[in-house]
Nanobody
Framework: QVQLVESGGGLVQPGGSLRLSCAASGSIFSINAMGWYRQAPGKQRELVAAITSSGSTNYADSVKGRFTISRDNAKNTVYLQMNSLKPEDTAVYYC???????????????WGQGTQVTVSS
């Protein structure tokens, strides 16, 4: 089985910073892309940032220049450094990984349980 465990969410004032982490564990042969999504109340889940196994990144326009995604392939971990946070960044943040398990032919998407980020004064 595969687990994605997130950490690092919380309450922060506008202009502050937070760092999210997501560690994948289990019977993992390889991990392709990893990413962060978020879902605010009453809104659809949206991509925040993604990173490939070779380090290529992609960001939502709303977070470019403020958020940085990175990964440690040796630890099967992806990070999201969030700076200059705004109230509109408030959401539940979900980790995603497209990975291949040992003994499997196809890669599948796996999700973390979500971590709440609240930006408020």
């Amino acid at each position: 089985q595969v687990q994605l465990v997130e950490s690092g969410g919380g309450l922060v004032q506008p202009g502050g910073s937070l760092r999210l982490s997501c560690a994948a564990s289990g019977s993992i042969f390889s991990i392709n892309a990893m990413g962060w999504y978020r879902q605010a109340p009453g809104k659809q889940r949206e991509l925040v940032a993604a990173i490939t196994s070779s380090g290529s990144t992609n960001y939502a326009d709303s977070v470019k220049g403020r958020f940085t995604i990175s990964r440690d392939n040796a630890k099967n971990t992806v990070y999201l450094q969030m700076n200059s946070l705004k109230p509109e960044d408030t959401a539940v943040y979900y980790c995603n990984a497209n990975l291949l398990q040992y003994g499997s032919t196809w890669s599948y998407d796996y999700w973390g349980q979500g971590t709440q980020v609240t930006v408020s004064s």
